[in-house]
């Protein structure tokens, strides 16, 4: 009987690595960044808090200056990045960081590169979330455009064209 035990204690004990291992992944996914020409640009992780997700940005070779940085709803990023669709926005509110009718999931900060063309950057975003709404059938993309944001404009902020984007996976 106490072998029983034992073994039970075990997979109990493997049952419950097991289960925070998955949900450790659910809570965290990246997304590896390319410009149009299929070249690297860095990556962004994005982790699960309790106050919305982290997104780490290790940025480089990207253009100097002020870039929106968006959540785009398709997880598809074929050169020049429409692919991507419009921003992730789940309950449908309106766009921008200072329009009181915003703030959508997909918005976030601009990034403003230095002259390097690299950029390490955290944003926490408190509207995404790592859930079956942003990992559905079609996926998800993190999107740089040319310009930054203006905050307002409904949908997209008036970015510009699209120079970096990549696919978020778990």
């Known amino acids: 009987m106490r072998k029983l035990t034992g073994i039970t204690i075990l997979l109990t004990g493997l049952a419950l690595v097991a289960a ?3 949900a450790s992944a659910a809570e965290q996914a990246s997304a590896e ?5 299929g070249e690297s640009v860095g990556a962004v992780t994005l982790r699960e808090t309790p106050q919305g997700t982290l997104l ?6 990207l253009p100097a200056g ?14 020049p990045f429409k692919s991507a669709g419009g921003h992730f926005n789940p309950t ?4 921008g960081i200072e329009s009181a009718e915003g703030v959508h999931a997909g918005d976030m900060p601009n990034i403003h590169v230095p002259e390097s063309g690299a950029l390490e950057i955290e ?3 408190t509207q995404l979330r790592l859930d079956a709404a942003l990992f559905d059938e079609d996926g998800a993309a993190i999107v740089i455009h040319d310009g930054p944001d203006d905050y307002v404009t409904d949908p997209a902020g ?3 064209p699209r120079i970096a984007c990549g696919v978020i996976s778990q």
């Open 20 to 22: 925070t291992h998955a």
């Open 33 to 37: 960044m390319m410009n149009a020409n």
């Open 56 to 61: 780490h940005a290790d940025l480089e070779n």
């Open 66 to 79: 002020a870039h929106a940085f968006h959540v785009h709803a398709v997880g598809v990023c074929e050169p």
């Open 92 to 95: 449908g509110a309106k766009h």
């Open 123 to 125: 944003v926490l975003n």
């Open 158 to 160: 008036a970015a510009g």
